[in-house]
């Protein structure tokens, strides 16, 4: 493939790459977002919890009724959609009851698995053929992972404050709609290594392979939220940082997980999916530890980067390793995304309650607790990859 050619996917992909970019700012600023409107109201931590789960359960809700969704309506009507419903996160800046922000967080959690599906979806139908492509799209989001929180902490430092990140929310997705319209829906998947994939829910859940997919996407997206949601927290009041240095810490995470998912574009030549995946996470249990026992700024600072390391190729690598699943058929695709949003659900959910009972501290425990099942689920996969002889 010489370089016009990658630039012609390239482009052919950016509209999808941007929905992705707004996907991951909106995931990473919301936790921030709460602590400033809670703070401002009066309302209590405990409520951050809840409110995310809200925004987890409408996810999951919203990867289960992709698929009819999108056959009833086709994919431009459900691409529009998904930037109308993005955009509503814009409606924060005018929050000042616990309610209203329930609201808004059930509007963009149907947003968010409307998103994760369609863009798989689309991507995988478009340029599945292409191993750098999940790649691409992943670390779009971290990018916009990386941006939302550091442009709070940059306006904040302005004193600007924090609505105008939320402002241009609302602007980028709204923006973004006739963009995507360019996007070519009409595709086979003929690209695609297709498994033998059951035709029904029954039999898909008798499906091994199907099943270690919807597990792994259930612990690490319960992972992901709720490290964007409480590692903040957690650096403010149990490692006594600053409120702009905890924020920093998590854009930290975000930068460093950037460039962990375009070390893994090249290690994925090398290397065997499943085995980057099993490595990866069982350093994300290590390095959590590391991060929980971490003393002072510099070494905690560290620890973080270490953090995005092997956070970076584990969401990507779930995805590649659940590719014949994500492309358009039956409703593989929405179970493994409504599992990663029922993931999303529990973990801030359970980490929400045990804070307010004790401390934030036991509530990253939690996190842990979720780092060693998707530890030993990711080796089993890799051992059942090894033992079937499959290549990704």
């Known amino acids: 493939m010489n370089i016009n050619q990658k630039d012609s996917i390239l482009l052919k992909m950016s509209p999808l790459l941007a929905a992705f ?24 931590y405990e409520k951050i919890g809840i409110s995310i789960a809200i925004q987890s359960i409408s996810n999951m809700i919203g990867g289960m009724i992709s698929s009819p969704l999108i056959k009833k309506f086709g994919k431009k009507s459900i691409l529009t959609l998904f930037c109308v419903l993005f955009s509503s996160f814009g409606l924060l800046i005018f929050a000042h009851s616990f ?3 329930l609201i808004v967080m059930a509007i963009t959690g149907v947003a968010w698995g409307l998103c994760n599906n369609l863009v798989h979806v689309l991507l995988i139908g478009n340029h599945g053929d292409n191993e750098a492509s ?3 799209l992943h670390t779009s989001y971290a990018v916009g992972s990386f941006v939302g929180p550091f442009i709070i902490v940059l ?3 302005m004193n600007i404050g924090w ?3 939320v402002i241009l929310i609302f602007i980028g997705s709204i923006a973004l709609i006739p963009f995507l319209f360019k996007v070519n829906t009409n595709f086979n998947n003929t690209n695609i290594k297709i498994v033998n994939i059951p035709k029904t829910n029954i039999k898909l859940l008798n499906d091994r392979g199907f099943i270690i997919c919807v597990l792994l996407y259930f612990a690490y997206i319960g992972i992901e939220v709720s490290i964007n949601a409480w590692l903040p927290v957690f650096l403010e009041y149990d490692k006594h940082f600053p409120s702009s240095l905890a924020q920093l810490g998590i854009s930290i995470v975000w930068l ?3 460039f ?4 893994c574009i090249i290690l994925r030549k090398r290397m065997r999916n499943h085995d980057i995946l099993a490595y990866q996470c ?8 590391i991060v929980i026992v971490s003393l002072g700024t510099v070494f905690t600072f560290i620890s973080l980067v270490l953090l995005g390391f092997v956070m970076g190729g584990i969401s990507p690598s779930n995805a590649e390793n659940a590719k014949s699943y994500l492309a358009e058929n039956s409703a593989s695709s929405g179970i493994i995304f409504a599992g990663g949003g029922l993931g999303s659900m529990l973990l801030p959910l359970l980490i929400g309650f045990i804070t307010g009972k004790s401390t934030v501290f036991y509530g990253m425990l939690c996190i842990l607790f979720f780092s060693a099942f998707i530890m030993l689920v990711a080796i089993f996969n890799k051992y059942y990859k090894s033992k079937d002889n499959v290549s990704y």
């Not at 700012?25 to 703070?39: D, F, S």
């Not at 962990?260 to 070390?263: E, G, K, V, Y």
């Open 134 to 136: 999940i790649s691409a």
């Open 163 to 165: 609505r105008f990140p």
């Open 260 to 263: 962990s998912r375009l070390l």
């Open 99 to 101: 309610y209203f922000v």
């Open 155 to 157: 306006f904040s430092f």
């Open 21 to 44: 970019f707004i996907n991951g700012m909106i995931a990473v600023m919301t936790g921030i977002v709460l602590k400033y409107i809670y703070i401002e109201n009066g309302i209590g």
């Open 256 to 258: 460093t997980i950037i």
């Open 282 to 289: 069982i350093g994300l249990l290590i390095t959590l530890i």
